[in-house]
């Protein structure tokens, strides 16, 4: 009988997925237990702050090269945040495999948040913070969790105020990374034809290095929020 996906535990912790179809193409996500629910009264937006640095520099990599490391051979980098989770995902032939999660790994533990990068993204945070209040569609969400989740972090906004981002700094990231980017608050999941044995090793290699903490992320449930009806009138198309 054929296993339809194979699962396994590195020994920091980090819990891994493969799937084996027979395609040229492959694809791979970390997903982080970690969104913008996690972030402390002070730093709303901090979370998808985070995934806009990731991209910027690493230890040994310049904004160009990260981006570079897979475009060059046809590849594609892309990450997005949640409530609950942080992703960062490619797509790519299946023979840059190991590439691809070698650059994952690098990106997700080794990132250095220079703060000059940082003041470029908070000015595209901002544009993005602007941008969707003229989006009604896209606003009436936020609202809507705002009024049933009350004062809990899942009534904030992924994208956070535009005074909350203006106040973020570099230790605020730090902070929020080092508290949650965990290994074993990660699932690392793929889709490809690369054997099941190949797939381990190379994830032994390249995500087994990290160590694990103790301890274990705590969550806050939101408390009931009592029935409520309202709405808003709006001069909008």
């Known amino acids: 009988m054929k296993i339809e996906f194979h699962t ?11 799937k084996e179809v027979p395609r040229s193409a492959s694809h791979v996500a970390l997903v982080v237990n970690a969104g913008s629910r996690d972030e ?3 730093e ?13 520099g690493t230890e040994k990599r310049k904004t160009f090269h990260i981006l570079n490391r897979l475009e060059r051979v046809g590849g594609e980098l892309n990450a997005y945040t949640t409530k609950e989770e942080t992703w960062i995902s490619a797509s790519f032939l299946e023979r840059e495999l190991s ?35 003229d989006n009604p569609s896209d606003v009436i969400f936020d609202d809507f969790e705002e009024k049933l989740f009350g004062i809990h972090p899942l009534g904030r906004t992924i994208l956070g105020t535009a005074d909350s981002v203006k106040a973020l ?6 902070g929020f990374v080092e508290r949650n980017y965990r ?18 090793k190379i994830c032994e290699k390249y995500l087994g290095e990290f160590k694990g903490l103790s301890g274990k992320v705590q969550r806050v449930a939101p408390e009931p929020v009592a029935l409520f009806n309202e709405r808003i009138e709006q001069d909008t198309h």
């Open 44 to 56: 709303a937006g901090v979370a998808h702050f985070i995934e806009h640095c990731l991209f910027k």
């Open 40 to 42: 402390l009264s002070d």
């Open 8 to 18: 396994f535990t590195l020994p920091n912790g980090l819990r891994v997925i493969h």
């Open 99 to 133: 590439r691809a999660i070698e650059l994952i790994s690098d990106i997700a533990f080794k990132s250095t948040f220079p703060e000059k990068e940082i003041a470029k993204e908070r000015d595209v945070i901002l544009d993005e913070i602007a941008s969707i209040k």
């Open 169 to 174: 700094s570099r230790k605020d990231i730090k």
């Open 183 to 200: 290994p074993e608050e990660m699932v690392f999941a793929s889709v490809g034809s690369t054997p099941f044995k190949k797939f381990k």
